[in-house]
């Protein structure tokens, strides 16, 4: 009896080790950091009924599926892909060599040029933005393009479906994108209606599940709007009462989002399509003419980010703001757990004589994240870095400073997530009276926070330092 009980036991746990070797086969090829490969190798030999499901789950840097799709593509989207990204950039700045080719790398990373002629609208927390998504959307006339990380049925989600349904009986057609994960408490009753009322509507997950197979740990992080594809908006605001201080906590979330007119709206209407034909694998007719009358003066590039590309284009983005600051570098971001690369970036501009400063919040969503950005702060001060902490509700915008030479108003946060498995979006402008508006904006802010030393974490008890670096640890998955 006991011979055939372990006999039957064999069997499943030679499966299990062989889906372990697999795992680690898959590892061995794909891995990007020594440390993290390591982890999963140790995990998957020493306890693999725990690692293999997580593996699965967790475990992969790449998006295949989407890689897949973007392949196999309408030969007509890969032909508007390749259009613009050859268009011929509009930054020139003679005399400015160095200047010109960061911002050259920008374009080839996201396979996107600068465009110029546009007007960029700084748009600060919720009630401005709001405000100014619901006008834009009133007045489309030709179709609507929504994208967002988090949708809510609540009330500034049922005043979205109002005006979508409202637009939709006057004959504006509505594409409506979000993310399953992010949005996973979104009532079905609200997709239902708005749905029966003439919407597309798709998640980023379940229109493609096949090809997703266990990759839930990639999501779609972007906000973003296009009207006619005239007008669009990207920022980090999603569509939720927190941005107005009524829901639970009644304490509105501090955030950033911009306005975009001109050329550079292709470059969003580009994004949302790539997302739009994986999630459904179909291509809406667009509107693609270029813009008569430019409405504005303002040289943009739209900057897609995910793990669909080739490089660790997020990772790079960020490395490129601060190994090419001269004066200053400010980030805003309310998860602060980076990795080494982009925290030696940080550590070796500071040491340079370059005005580092982060601005993270003090009250959080996530306690664990928060707890993790306390073990940075030694590293921080002894290189001369700045951190602060913003003391009046949760801040939850992501926004770049370099120099006075651009601003980046985006997705992306400063962690593992977006730098690796998150499709992300950002918009950076070199537009000085843009710069100068996020310069006065990041001031304000950093004026209503905190600022952190080493004292913060050195004075506190061992058990609370010991807990920090534990969680530190957990930083990828973070």
């Known amino acids: 009896m006991i011979t055939e009980n372990l006999s039957l036991l064999a069997i499943p746990l030679a499966a299990l080790y062989l889906a372990a070797l697999a795992c680690i086969y898959r590892i061995l090829l794909t891995y990007r950091t020594a440390q993290g490969a390591i982890a999963w190798i140790l995990a998957l030999v020493g ?3 725990i690692a293999v499901p997580m593996f699965l789950l967790f475990g992969r840097y790449r998006f295949g599926g989407y890689v897949k799709a973007r392949r196999m593509g309408n030969k007509s989207l890969t032909s508007l892909l390749d259009n613009f990204e050859n268009q011929t950039t509009s930054i ?10 960061e911002l050259q790398v920008l374009c080839k990373l996201g396979r996107q040029p600068f465009t110029a002629g546009n007007h960029c609208t700084l748009l600060r927390d919720g009630e401005a933005t709001f405000e100014a998504l619901f006008d834009a959307m009133e007045d489309a006339s030709h179709y609507l393009l929504l994208e967002f990380y988090i949708v809510r049925s609540d009330r500034v989600g049922q005043r979205i479906k109002a005006i979508l349904e409202r637009k939709l009986a006057q004959g504006v057609e509505v594409w409506f994108l979000y993310d399953d994960i992010g949005s996973a408490f979104l009532s079905r009753k ?6 029966a009322a003439g919407a597309r509507i798709a998640s980023f997950g379940d229109g493609n599940i096949r090809r997703r197979r266990f990759q839930i740990n ?3 992080h972007r906000k973003l709007l296009v009207c006619d594809g005239k007008v669009g908006f990207v920022g980090g605001i999603n569509l939720g009462d927190e941005y107005l201080g009524t829901a639970m906590d009644q304490e509105p979330w501090r955030d950033t989002h911009c306005r975009i007119e001109g050329p550079a709206v292709t470059g969003l ?13 179909t291509r809406p007719e667009l509107n693609w003419a270029s813009v008569s009358q430019p409405p504005g003066d303002q040289e943009v590039l739209v900057l897609p980010t995910g793990p669909a590309d080739t490089w660790e284009t997020c990772t790079l983005f960020f490395l490129n703001c601060i190994n090419n600051a001269r004066t200053r ?3 805003a971001s309310p998860y602060f757990v980076p990795d080494f690369q ?12 370059v005005d580092v400063r982060i601005l993270i919040p003090e009250k959080t969503d996530s306690p664990l994240v928060r707890l993790a950005a306390y073990s940075y702060l030694v590293q921080a001060s002894q290189a001369g870095i700045g951190i602060y902490r913003y003391q009046p509700g949760f801040m939850h915008q992501k926004v770049v400073l370099v120099d006075s030479r651009y601003a980046a108003i985006g997705t992306a946060n400063l962690d593992n997530r977006s730098m690796r498995l998150n499709f992300e979006i950002t918009a950076v402008n070199t537009s000085p009276a843009f710069i100068q508006q996020v310069e006065t904006m990041l001031e304000e802010d950093l004026g209503a926070s905190r600022p952190m030393t080493e004292k913060d974490y050195r004075q506190r008890s061992i058990l609370f330092r010991l807990g920090c670096r534990a969680v530190r640890l957990l930083a990828p998955l973070l």
């Open 342 to 353: 982009i925290m030696n970036a940080l550590q070796l501009a500071a040491l340079r004589g």
């Open 218 to 220: 990639f999501r779609n």
């Open 329 to 331: 570098i400010w980030i």
């Open 190 to 195: 609200w997709l239902n209606e708005l749905s």
């Open 269 to 281: 209407q580009l994004a949302w399509l790539e997302d739009w034909n994986w999630a459904s694998n």
């Open 92 to 101: 020139t700045n003679p005399g400015q060599e160095h200047f010109s080719d």
């Open 47 to 49: 306890l693999p009924y």
